[in-house]
């Protein structure tokens, strides 16, 4: 904030009186971001338009990427001296704390081995426990039970508590897929929460409990395949009667999961590229419904494929331009139906393994 030049004129030891907070307003955050990027692109980087926060830097063998959300920073280069110059320009253009590796950021916590990195939100879990009263419950084995939850049962008194609770849940499913599905069941319900919706919500506090440090693994010697499954659950909402779609990456409701899968896989394309990692050959991506496979390879327009929405083809244009490949998977190999369906103890547990979901915490 710099003062008017008319301040200095009338004498010295003048302030000015501040009248409003400027940290808290909305234009705070959207200006502070504004003056950050003028800098670090005078820098030299390039800001990613997979992802706006995202700022890269190539200069020969050296690989600089920087993230930013509002106020906290993450930088990572492959040579070391790099980085301290970098901190040094962001010291002389602003007051920066530096924390040194990163182990907690926003919430998620990064640990490192050899073998690669692993995140996980322990430490937010077992919040949620504590506040919850969990931390001594008997954990149990799956998220949600299989018989479909509806409309019926007692209003509760206290909804804000069932609401602040699935938006725990919505925040650790970060890197929690294993409960994805779980929490779109239940964030169905947040108009009017009934007693039979918080049971089933608490349920998922119960199975957070078994597994609180549940995480993610990245591993280093990674070839960089982008390999995707998609699932649909046809009318599977016993109210609405709507599909639920879902994904992960690593006839017409198939046909729409495919576009979906097909967007995310794009974007993680490009930001591959941000990170100068480009993929050469076309990602794979496996769906169990063969009618679905067979509308994305035919080009020709039958009659029925007319009520199909034109974006939904856009599969069939990635397949076109090499961007992706469409592969048959069973539907008992199909991982994305963790994210559409209850799934049974033993059905849930060796999906949970082929997804490569991981517990570093737990005994050996």
């Not at 640990?111 to 990195?117: D, E, H, N, Q, V």
């Not at 994805?180 to 608490?202: E, G, K």
């Not at 419904?289 to 856009?314: G, S």
Request: charged share 25%; proline share 4%; with cysteine.
């Amino acid at each position: 904030m710099s003062p008017h030049p008319g301040l200095w004129r009338q004498g010295e030891n003048l302030v000015c009186r501040l009248h409003k907070s400027l940290y808290g307003l909305k234009q705070a955050s959207r200006l502070w971001f504004a003056k950050f990027t003028e800098a670090i692109l005078a820098a030299g980087f390039i800001q990613s338009k997979a992802d706006y926060s995202l700022f890269t830097c190539k200069d020969g063998k050296s690989f600089t990427a920087l993230l930013i959300y509002v106020d906290d920073i993450l930088i990572t280069r492959n040579d070391i001296d790099a980085i301290n110059s970098l901190k040094s320009f962001l010291h002389t253009c602003f007051h920066i704390k530096d924390l040194g590796d990163l182990k907690y950021f926003l919430g998620i916590e990064v640990s490192r081995s050899k073998k690669g990195i692993y995140v996980s939100q322990r430490k937010y879990a077992l919040e949620i426990l504590k506040d919850y009263g969990f931390l001594g419950a008997r954990p149990i084995d799956f998220p949600i039970e299989e018989a479909k939850l509806s409309d019926k049962g007692e209003l509760l008194k206290d909804p804000e508590k069932y609401r602040r609770l699935v938006g725990q849940l919505l925040y650790l499913t970060i890197t929690r897929p294993d409960f994805t599905y779980s929490v779109h069941v239940l964030s169905r319900f947040m108009h009017q929460p009934r007693l039979p919706h918080m049971d089933a919500a608490l349920r998922v506090v119960r199975y957070l409990k078994s597994t609180p440090g549940q995480g993610l693994p990245f591993q280093s010697d990674n070839k960089l395949d982008l390999i995707a499954y998609c699932d649909s659950d046809w009318a599977g909402c016993p109210i609405t009667r709507r599909s639920t779609i879902g994904y992960c990456v690593f006839l017409e409701a198939e046909y729409r999961a495919m576009a979906s899968t097909c967007c995310e896989v794009t974007w993680l394309r490009f930001l591959l590229q941000d990170f100068h990692l480009p993929s050469s050959e076309a990602s794979r991506m496996y769906c169990d419904n063969q009618a679905a496979l067979h509308i994305a390879a035919n080009l020709v327009f039958h009659e029925r494929t007319r009520h199909i929405e034109m974006d939904c083809h856009f599969t069939r244009d990635k397949i076109l331009d090499g961007t992706v490949s469409t592969w048959h998977v069973n539907s008992s190999q199909q991982l994305a139906d963790t994210f559409t369906k209850p799934l049974g103890k033993e059905k849930f547990s060796a999906m949970l393994r082929k997804l490569g979901v991981l517990d570093i915490h737990s005994p050996t």
